[in-house]
């Protein structure tokens, strides 16, 4: 059975050849149990907090196994706020499984994933929503995803919520005792006073709703589809961004059959891309089903990068399907253009009425203008570096509830309800902010957050 007062120990750092690697353990025990197997001047139990002492780890029989050094943090002045140990060892594969094999052997039990943040709240280092940007901060893949996480870290949604609810528990409050006490609180003029009030908690919770669309797309990328007839240059785009040659490219039309995908970072935008088989019918049993994984890739991307052969003429193919894309979630790369070209952009406009770039994937000309276009389609030209955006999809509903009820206590107050009809409301989006921070504690909730940590954080 797993305790959350057990002494727990996981690798903190990848099992991978390095200069260094480290174990942490946290728990009561922490520091008596590694002493078991840490040798130094003089024992771990007596050095101080927040210091780190060079020593050796031994086993059983006393052979030394790595020379190491080992720091110590105590209550409450470590990440998961309690006693905790951190050993720094030597890189090496075997070594570290070696010393993690010897501190499980003191009775420490390795830490479930995301353990250590949960303590970490749990002892209340933390909020839930600084927890949850923890491990956004780890897989940020731009700086915007960076930036983003850090902040949240910092506590600029904390602080946010709290001043919310802190404002929306008194006026609660404030009403149940003048229901009580009407002879000591006067509630004449007291809706006039709410409503002023309620107008400012829902548009600050408004602009963090809205900022959940591109925030989403700031933390998870924007899922891309390349697409277009056959060899038009589609891998070769994703080469090109990906910055390796991740697809193979040939003058064979037909050479990509099934999809090939790769992240890939444009600046503060993060694109999921996938290349696709080339739009054509075709007699080939295996390519036709990637044609047909093709078309149905497209009609699920968030953003389609359709590429034209600007040396030949457009196709009835290319004609149909420029035609039949959506501008919003479209750009057109007209590729080659190092080339002469037989198309331009006036002749794609003709069928599709969106942004069109000329590119080339051997120069790079077009890039730019290329990350300009999607800016433009997914964050209205650009991000503003200073706003804040949610990225939980968690804390996007629970902002929606939040909202919800205070604008049914707008509603109430409009067709003058009484005072004590509407303080459940209040409570109600009380409680939905508080789930965002975890002063409204779901055990549920709790578990859902710290189970996409990795191991030892």
């Not at 739009?279 to 389609?304: M, P």
């Not at 399907?321 to 479209?330: E, G, R, V």
């Not at 965002?436 to 710290?450: H, P, Q, R, S």
Request: with cysteine; proline share 2%.
């Amino acid at each position: 059975m797993i305790s959350e007062s057990d002494t727990i120990a996981a690798l903190a750092t990848p099992l991978s050849a390095s200069g260094i690697g480290i174990i942490r353990v946290s728990g009561e025990d922490s520091i008596s149990l590694v002493d078991k197997i840490f040798h130094g001047r003089k024992p771990l139990t007596e050095y101080g907090a927040n210091t780190i002492n060079y020593g050796h780890i031994v086993d059983k029989n006393g052979h030394v196994v790595d020379e190491v050094l080992v720091s110590v943090f105590k209550v409450p002045h470590s990440y998961t706020g309690e006693d905790s140990v951190e050993i720094n060892c030597h890189g090496g594969v075997y070594v570290l499984r070696k010393v993690l094999s010897l501190v499980y052997d003191t009775g420490i039990r390795p830490a479930e994933p995301g353990e250590f943040s949960k303590r970490a709240f749990l002892n209340g280092r933390m909020d839930l929503s600084e927890a949850e940007s923890v491990m956004e901060l780890i897989s940020s893949g731009s700086e915007a995803s960076y930036k983003n996480s850090i902040r949240q870290l910092s506590g600029f949604l904390s602080k946010k919520v709290k001043k919310i609810r802190a404002e929306i528990i008194h006026e609660a409050a404030f009403v149940e005792a003048a229901l009580d006490d009407p002879e000591h609180y006067d509630l004449e003029g007291f809706d006039d006073k709410l409503v002023v009030s309620l107008n400012i908690w829902i548009k600050e919770i408004k602009n963090l709703i809205d900022s959940y669309h591109q925030g989403s797309l700031i933390k998870d990328g924007i899922n891309t589809v390349i697409s277009g007839r056959p060899n038009v240059g589609k891998s070769s785009l994703l080469n090109f961004l990906s910055g390796h040659e991740k697809a193979i490219v040939t003058d064979i039309p037909g050479t990509t059959r099934d999809m090939i995908e790769d992240r890939v970072v444009l600046g503060d935008i993060v694109l999921n891309l996938v290349d696709t088989a080339g739009i054509r019918k075709t007699s080939d049993a295996v390519e036709s089903i990637g044609v047909e994984k093709a078309i149905k890739a497209q009609s699920d991307a968030e953003l389609n990068l359709y590429m034209v052969d600007s040396s030949v003429q457009l196709s009835d193919d290319d004609k149909k399907y420029l035609s039949s894309f959506d501008p919003s979630s479209t750009v057109v790369l007209l590729n080659k253009s190092d080339l002469d070209s037989a198309v331009d952009i006036d002749a794609i406009h003709q069928f599709f009425n969106g942004y069109v770039v000329d590119f080339s994937t051997k120069s790079g000309d077009g890039y730019d203008e290329l990350k300009t276009a999607i800016s433009d389609l997914f964050f209205d030209g650009g991000l503003d570096k200073d706003r804040f955006y949610i990225t939980s999809e968690q804390n996007y509903n629970c902002l929606s509830d939040a909202l919800k009820s205070l604008e049914l206590v707008q509603s109430s107050i409009a067709n003058g309800l009484s005072e004590d009809f509407f303080t459940s409301d209040l409570y109600d989006a009380y409680r939905s902010l508080g789930y965002i921070i975890g002063e409204e504690v779901e055990e549920d909730l709790v578990n859902k957050v710290f189970s996409d940590f990795c191991m030892g954080k």
